[in-house]
């Protein structure tokens, strides 16, 4: 890719795996990086054949012969990469509707009870009445949560 100022990607080819510029090689490697970042981290990123792991240590060469000063952490695998991002994504939706469903059915609960209580609270009369009468405790408890 080209710009007014020159090219904004730069290339380096190694033998052993695919290239991704052109159709499949076993026999090329391609890693492209852009020359000019306005965001002050650079990402890099390399296919292979094989395991991606055994990348890590020439690729780390490569960058710290052409920076030395270049710091190099978080290196992962795609694979890696992907996996933890929509497994956070999916554990903070969770985390979320379960804390909203939480609240709602803890609301739900405390209404509940406010209106068995104020039900109850009014009617203390008859149920007074009704136990001096004879009824039972479980007869009281069945006629108010009948009429709440």
Known sequence: MNN???????SWESPGT????????????????????????LVLIAESVGDPASLVAPLRDVVHGLDANQPIYNVRTMEEFFQMNTI??????????????????????????????YAASRRT?????????????????RMVLRKA
């Open 4 to 10: 007014s100022r020159g090219p904004r990607w730069k």
């Open 18 to 41: 695919p290239n991704t510029s052109s159709s499949w090689n076993p026999h090329r490697a391609s890693v492209s990086c852009p020359q000019q970042n306005p965001v002050p981290r």
């Open 88 to 117: 956070t994504i999916f554990n903070v939706v969770i985390g979320t509707v379960a804390a909203l469903g939480m609240m709602g059915m803890g609301l739900a609960i405390v209404g509940l009870y406010g209106l068995a209580s």
């Open 125 to 141: 009369r008859e149920i007074g009445i009704r136990m001096a009468i004879g009824a039972g405790r479980a007869d009281v408890m």
